[in-house]
Every structure is written in C-alpha cells, then in structure tokens.
Nanobody, 126 residues
Framework: QVQPVESGGGLVQAGGSLRLSCAAS????????MGWFRQAPGKERECVAA????????YYRDSVKGRFTISRENAKNTVWLQMNSLKPEDTAVYYC???????????????????WGQGTSVTVSS
C-alpha cells in the first residue's frame, strides 16, 4: 500500500518556479513507478511527467519539456517535480500517483495508477 502526499504548490508569477514534493509511505517505493498529473477546471486529468521505479526512464508531455524535471530518491520515499519558467496554462491541481511496476517502465494513463495523493494547487499569474 502506498499513500502519496503532495506539497509545494502555491501562487507564482509567470516565469517563476515551484518544486512539488510527493512523500509516499511505502515499505519499498522502489517497486513503484510514479507519475505527476494535473487537472485544470473543466479539463481532463493529464500526465505531466512520469518516472520508472529506478529513475532511469522518464516521460514529459510536450508542453513541459525543457521546463519541468521529475526526479526521485527511493531511500527518502520521495518524488519531486521541479517546475521552471511557469506559464499561466500550467495552472491546475497537481497530483502524484504510484503504480507497482516492473523495472524500466513508466505509465502515462491515469487509469493505470492505483494510488493517488489529494493534490496540490498551482496557480500561475500572468
């Protein structure tokens, strides 16, 4: 069982940065692929970034490539999403999710994930 807990959201001006953290209670987070998703009002939940259980494989949606970085440290049971050069269109509730996984795999479909955090709100003002 994994219980992700997100933190680090807030209000930031366009061009600014935020670092989201996901602390996951798990005996072996290293067995789980992790993903960051976001959902803006009236829009579907979308995968922003994903990372394999060992951190060796990552995914970014095109709109955040070069601006966002996903990373993890299994010894600390923590996954981060560093967000730079933020834009108003990045405004959303951001969710951390976990899925038990084979090595080297990441997942971008929200239906594939078993465990979800409560979300943290990110607002980027223009």
């Amino acid at each position: 069982q994994v219980q992700p807990v997100e933190s680090g959201g807030g209000l930031v001006q366009a061009g600014g940065s935020l670092r989201l953290s996901c602390a996951a209670s798990a005996r072996a987070l290293s067995a789980y692929a992790m993903g960051w998703f976001r959902q803006a009002p009236g829009k579907e939940r979308e995968c922003v970034a994903a990372i394999s259980r060992d951190g060796g494989s990552t995914y970014y949606r095109d709109s955040v490539k070069g601006r966002f970085t996903i990373s993890r440290e299994n010894a600390k049971n923590t996954v981060w999403l560093q967000m730079n050069s933020l834009k108003p269109e990045d405004t959303a509730v951001y969710y951390c999710a976990a899925k038990w996984s084979l090595p080297g795999m990441y997942y971008t479909d929200y239906s594939q994930y078993s465990y979800w955090g409560q979300g943290t709100s990110v607002t980027v003002s223009s």
